[in-house]
């Protein structure tokens, strides 16, 4: 069984300063892993998949196969990125399986 | 449709009735899923669809739950006898194929009053 596991229900950090959020998968394949983001009042929306390797809006996150992790960050938070943050994972079995989400609120 | 249209955006019911929520997909999208959105729950898998088969219905909540899917596109979930626990947000998503990213719908907001 495929599993997303994000620790934090709530992150508040100040305007700046860097900001993590972690993400723990179990699978025992290879998974395909993404962030997705969820602004006030707009629809869920990818933020980023690992396959890409690419830095959106400042925000990267590194696929780690040993501590099967995907933590997504970005080193000066903004205002902006206040939103609810998902990670997800598609297994061989094409299933799309989000975390519980965790909600970021940055503070000026 | 340029992007994920789910109808209604909002449904107010009284309990033990039927509702039926529809999603349109976006066009030539192959992979289709239901998703359950409650405060603080995070999205609660529900069902998902590669064209018009259910590979997946491990998340339907109960046998009250059912979905479906005709010409690999529109797709309508149907909760029956709806209870007040059944209260939540329903997001539809699609993808081109299942490992792409998915596009979601603005939701459906059921209240069971």
């Known amino acids: 069984a495929q599993r997303v596991t994000q620790p934090e229900k709530l992150l508040s950090v100040f305007k700046g300063a860097p900001v993590e959020l972690k993400c723990n998968y179990s699978?025992?394949?290879?998974?395909?892993l993404f962030w997705y983001v969820q602004y006030s009042r707009q629809r869920l929306q990818l933020l980023l998949r690992?396959?890409s390797r690419e830095s959106i809006k400042g925000f990267t996150a590194d696929l780690n196969k040993g501590e099967t992790s995907f933590h997504l960050k970005k080193p000066f938070a903004q205002e902006e990125d206040s939103a609810m943050y998902y990670c997800?994972?598609?297994?061989?079995?094409?299933?799309?399986?989000f975390g519980a989400g965790t909600t970021v609120t940055v503070r000026a | 449709g340029a992007g994920v249209s789910q109808s209604p955006s909002n449904k107010v019911t009284e309990k033990g009735k039927d509702v039926e929520l529809r999603c349109d997909p976006i066009?030539?999208?192959?992979?289709l899923y239901w998703y359950r959105q409650s405060l603080g729950q995070g999205l609660e898998f529900l069902i998902y669809?590669?064209?018009?088969?259910?590979?997946?219905k491990s998340g339907l909540p109960s046998d009250r739950f059912s979905a479906e899917r005709t010409g690999g596109s529109v797709s309508t979930l149907t909760i029956q006898r709806t209870q007040q626990e059944d209260s939540a947000v329903y997001l539809c998503?699609?993808?081109?194929?299942?490992?792409?990213?998915?596009?979601f719908g603005q939701g459906t907001r059921l209240t069971v009053v």
């Open positions: 066009s030539g999208h192959t992979a």
């Open positions: 669809f590669q064209g018009n088969s259910a590979p997946d």
């Open positions: 998503a699609s993808s081109w194929q299942p490992d792409t990213e998915a596009f």
């Open positions: 997800a994972l598609v297994g061989s079995d094409y299933k799309l399986s």
């Open positions: 699978y025992s394949g290879s998974p395909e």
């Open positions: 690992h396959i």
